[in-house]
């Protein structure tokens, strides 16, 4: 099991789970170098941090550069242009999913801004698809 202190993130981003959130938030970090302000605002478990460091190098976002730096985040480097690393890509890396079972919320709206938008659009549809399965079809 793994430990993330989440509050009230991991209520009002349902849509994406704990471990997408907290590897968004790593990667994000990993990208603003010596700045790390995501991750700080989790308290990740160092065991679970590295969990995920692991996934992501297997996944081939990240590479570990150098043993000497004293952070975990700073021994890391992204392996390709934050900008070119999509959600599709996570998910995948973390073999995850999104949870369209809940409404989106303004919260979500707020934290992850222009990519919302999408996420809304995806969770409505997909909610809208759901409802028309009947037990019958099943």
């Known amino acids: ?66 043993t000497s730096f004293a952070d975990t985040l700073s021994s890391y480097e992204l392996v390709r242009p934050y900008t070119s690393i999509s959600l599709l890509d996570i998910l995948e890396t973390l073999d995850e999913h999104l949870n369209c079972n809940y409404p989106t919320s303004e919260e979500m709206y707020q934290q992850y801004r222009a990519a919302a938008n999408r996420l809304g659009i995806i969770n409505h549809m997909t909610r809208i698809y759901l409802s028309e399965i009947k037990l019958n079809d099943l």
């Open 1 to 66: 099991m793994y430990t993330v202190t989440y509050g009230v993130i991991a209520k009002y981003l349902l849509m994406l789970t704990e471990l997408t959130q907290t590897a968004i938030a790593v990667l994000c970090d990993i990208s603003a170098g010596s700045h790390p302000y995501r991750t700080a605002q989790l308290h990740i478990d160092p065991e679970y941090l590295i969990g995920i460091l692991t996934k992501l190098e297997t996944g081939g976002l990240v590479r570990h550069r150098d």
